[in-house]
């Protein structure tokens, strides 16, 4: 598959009033959800997580979404308008941490295994090397070396509608990751050409596995 699909103009959307019109008038609820803070029940829910993309935007409008996990509450609410996020060891590609260093905005998604509504946090985000901070959140006594911080400027729960739809959370829906190719062999064939024997492979597969249980933290 190949090149880029035109749509057809004729039905393209591109203005926000018939943007509107094809939806119901949004829910008076829906709007007054939308806090400026942390309020105590966004607090336990950040606190449950252990999960959160976050979503950044390069100076030139690149956009861009990078996952962060870790054990449940690693996400610090430090106050009611600031959050702090560890930066673990990662691929160094910095993606989230170079954009956040031209644009500030930043935007949270927030989930908790076994729920299926989501906490959606908005704002603006500083990298910190305050010590007093990144020991805080140290794991297995690795201290991380960077920490995101965002000051909030919305929060709001999210309906329970798309997670249910698509039963992320259903035994009976997980799939084998055996039944695709593993992760090294996909970034070789995008890159450098996997081998074509199967032993080689499966020993640069290990060697990715052992990768990680070294450099976890």
Same mark, same amino acid.
């Given at each position: 598959?190949s090149g880029?699909?035109?749509?057809?103009?004729?039905?393209?959307?591109?203005?926000?009033?018939?943007?509107?019109?094809?939806?119901?008038?949004?829910?008076?609820?829906?709007?007054?959800?939308?806090? %400026?803070?942390?309020?105590?029940?966004?607090? #336990?829910?950040? !606190? &449950?997580? +252990?999960?959160?993309? *976050?979503?950044?935007?390069?100076?030139?409008?690149?956009?861009?979404?990078?996952?962060?996990?870790?054990?449940?509450?690693?996400?610090?609410?430090?106050?009611?308008?600031?959050?702090?996020?560890?930066?673990?060891?990662?691929?160094?590609?910095?993606?989230?941490?170079?954009?956040?260093?031209?644009?500030?905005?930043?935007?949270?998604?927030?989930?908790?295994?076994?729920?299926?509504?989501?906490?959606?946090?908005?704002?603006?985000?500083?990298?910190?090397? %305050?010590?007093?901070?990144?020991?805080?959140? #140290?794991?297995? !006594? &690795?201290? +991380?070396?960077?920490? *995101?911080?965002?000051?909030?400027?919305?929060?709001?729960?999210?309906?329970?509608?798309?997670?249910?739809?698509s039963r992320?959370?259903?035994?009976?829906?997980?799939?084998?990751?055996?039944?695709?190719?593993?992760?090294?062999?996909?970034?070789?064939d995008q890159?450098?050409?996997?081998?074509?024997?199967?032993?080689?492979?499966?020993?640069?597969?290990?060697?990715?596995?052992?990768?990680?249980?070294?450099?976890?933290?």
């Open positions: 598959m880029d699909t035109v749509l057809n103009p004729e039905f393209l959307v591109r203005t926000e009033a018939d943007l509107r019109a094809r939806f119901p008038a949004t829910h008076d609820i829906a709007i007054k959800k939308c806090l %400026d803070h942390v309020d105590d029940h966004a607090r #336990a829910f950040i !606190e &449950r997580s +252990p999960f959160v993309c *976050i979503g950044t935007q390069s100076a030139n409008g690149a956009a861009d979404v990078s996952p962060r996990g870790d054990p449940r509450g690693f996400v610090k609410v430090l106050d009611s308008r600031t959050l702090l996020i560890p930066d673990r060891p990662g691929n160094n590609r910095l993606d989230t941490l170079s954009n956040i260093l031209t644009n500030p905005k930043v935007g949270l998604l927030f989930l908790v295994p076994g729920f299926d509504d989501t906490m959606r946090v908005n704002g603006r985000a500083e990298l910190t090397r %305050d010590p007093a901070l990144l020991s805080s959140m #140290a794991v297995n !006594e &690795r201290i +991380p070396g960077i920490a *995101i911080a965002v000051h909030v400027d919305e929060v709001f729960i999210h309906c329970a509608k798309a997670l249910r739809r992320l959370w259903d035994a009976g829906q997980f799939q084998n990751r055996r039944d695709v190719p593993s992760l090294m062999k996909i970034i070789l890159t450098t050409g996997a081998p074509s024997d199967p032993e080689e492979q499966k020993r640069l597969d290990e060697g990715l596995e052992e990768k990680y249980r070294q450099s976890m933290y």
